[in-house]
């Protein structure tokens, strides 16, 4: 978004209207604001009633410019509205609930504020999107699936359409491989999911498009359809290196590079990564994404001396954290070069830094995990 959309001149005529801010969930500083608004994925759009400090407006994952424009619209109506219905005040505590972490109790309110509204509602689409990722991000796979499946029929043809069907889809596939309704809920939603990736009329960015491919393969592979699978990969690296093709900018060309390193990763042909972030590397010289991504690519391809310098210059330039996936790769890489003593000393490294963060960044969970690797990796 901050390649493509936030750039967009059609915008400036909200500046007066908001005031417009970018957190930087990396940074220390940031650790309290984080605590207060948990962001469980990036890009994540907050806007902030500043009378009551309190959330009008959430929405998780990317957003096309008119899709901004509705969102910002629909923020601002609320906060200058005397009085509301009951299904927008429901939803604006779902907002809150969700901002605060409580995905669970967010669900319960989503789905009350839809079942409030009357057949008319304009919020419905934006509601439905975030009750099916509240239930996804609260582990309500089963749930998820089947109000995914419900609700799509009352916002097929819209926007609101990709991510009830991808995320729901993605819930299906999740579900325990003996579930009775598995394969008829994976099904419904791929067919769902194909419906809406084929629609002409709902606009899509190419990120948000390669997040479909990437449902859509998940659950392919789930099926066991090894050749459709194959297909769609093919599809979607060639989809991606299309799209980066047509970038007019370096920053443009970037937004593909996490996508297109993954596509190459599922193909099996991870050196054709190594060109594209050599070039990302020089472009922007003191982000730590581009080496980062080569320490993955280079692992990948056992070349496991020029991974372990890319990752160097990764953390050299990376904190908070993100600074703990680059150790994780790392500490992969040591595993991998059976180098058993240098990848416990990594997850010992990375579990303390992990503990030293403040409260808002540092995650009990995250923790676990690292520690329970380290106990699986034999002495040297």
Known sequence: MKAYVYTDASLERYAGRFVWLSINTEDAKNAAFLKRYPIPALPTLLVLDPKQDAV????VGGATVPQLKKLLGEAEQKYRARTQSAADTLLMKADRQSSAGEHGEA???YDAAIAAAPKSWKNRGRASESLIFALSMSDQNERCAVRAFEIY?????????VNVAATGLGCAVALEKEHPRRVELMQALQTATEEVFHDPKIVMSDDDRSGVYMALIDARDAAGDDLEVVKLKHEWSQFLDDAAARATTPQQRTVYDSHRLSAYLELGTP?????????SERDFPDDYNPPARLAYAYKAMKNYDAALAASDRALARVSGPRRLAVLSVRADIFVDKGDTKAAKETLREAIEYAKNLPEGQRSAGRIASFEKRLAAIPQP
């Open 56 to 59: 009008t407006l959430r929405y």
């Open 107 to 109: 669900a319960k309110s």
């Open 153 to 161: 029929p009352r916002v097929k043809g819209t926007t609101a359409a």
């Open 271 to 279: 050196e054709k990564a190594v060109p594209m972030l050599e070039q």
